[in-house]
């Protein structure tokens, strides 16, 4: 279920400027686009689309897309306060995309990397049965050609407007990456800002290795809804990257600055322990 996106609450015109979520630091877009979209005040991690997360990790136009066509249907004609059909119509204006997923390959320093990224300026990020196709090809993709996985989610969760079919997305990508792992291909999967709901369910802690961007929030269910349901005040900082770093639920906690410096390094050191017990063999 696509949250809530806070920055709907605040009231600064479109345009130049934005203004951080955390610390309400009037930002210069052009400038934080620079900066990786890191706040240069308090060092909040803003959300990065689909676009500016491959120009940030693979090489320069290195990336070739998949399925680049694929596009979503409503199948089920549905409506709540909006029709599902005009949600991805204003999603596509909004974003450029066809959908809130785009998947492919791409060099990572010296390595061939299939990589498949989530939008969640596209309807939350949310996973119909367009954004489960286009991570399974990705990983399809790795498998033929020998290549290891990168996926970035930032997702409220499955698509409730594509109901069942947006279920079983979360059993197609989690069977296409354990053909993967059959293959012994390593998966690495980066969780930022909000990832949630039937994506962290499914792929997103599917990673051999799982690293998270600071201080995001990765969950199932969201913190407001587990307080009701259990009556109980949450710790500090509950399903946010750090406290999931010390109960064991991520591997790592890394800087947007250095995320590719380490995931260039992850892979290498992967593909080397892949490779040597293959010449063991
Ligand atoms: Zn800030």
């Known amino acids: 279920m696509p949250v809530n996106e806070p920055e709907k609450k605040k009231h600064v015109p479109e345009g130049l400027w934005t203004k951080c979520p955390s610390c309400q630091h009037i930002l210069y877009k052009q400038e934080l686009a620079k900066n990786l979209h890191i706040c240069s005040k308090c060092g909040q991690h803003l959300r990065v689309g689909a676009r500016d997360r491959i120009a940030q990790l693979m090489e320069e136009g290195s990336f070739v897309e998949l399925a680049a066509d694929l596009k979503p249907k409503d199948v089920l004609g549905f409506s709540d306060t909006a029709s599902y059909a005009q949600r991805l119509k204003d ?3 909004k974003t450029g995309m066809k959908d809130a997923a785009v998947a492919g390959e ?11 990224v989530l939008d969640f300026g596209f309807m939350g990020g949310s996973m119909g049965s367009v954004v489960g196709e286009k991570i399974s090809l990705a990983v399809e993709h790795a498998v033929k050609e020998g290549l290891p996985v990168l996926i970035v989610s930032s997702s409220g969760g ?10 079983m997305q979360m059993a197609k990508t989690s069977a296409a990456l354990a053909r993967l792992a059959k293959a012994r291909l390593p998966f690495v999967s980066v969780v930022t800002d909000p990832t949630t709901g039937g994506v962290t369910a499914s792929f997103a802690m599917l990673g051999d290795v ?7 929030l990765v969950a199932f269910a969201g913190p407001r809804v587990i307080e009701q349901t259990i009556r109980q005040t949450l ?11 010390k109960h064991g639920m991520v591997d790592m906690v890394v800087n947007r600055k250095d995320l590719k410096a380490t995931l260039v390094k992850v892979f290498g050191f992967l593909l080397k322990a892949r490779a040597k017990k293959a010449e063991a063999k």
Do not use: T, Y
């Open 235 to 245: 710790p500090h900082g509950f399903q946010q990257s750090e406290f999931l770093l």
């Open 158 to 167: 499955a698509r409730m407007q594509e109901g069942i079919l947006s279920l």
């Open 106 to 116: 791409g060099l990572m320093g010296p390595h061939r990397v299939a990589f498949c």
């Open 210 to 216: 799982i690293i998270a961007e600071p201080k995001a």
């Open 91 to 93: 999603g596509q204006k």
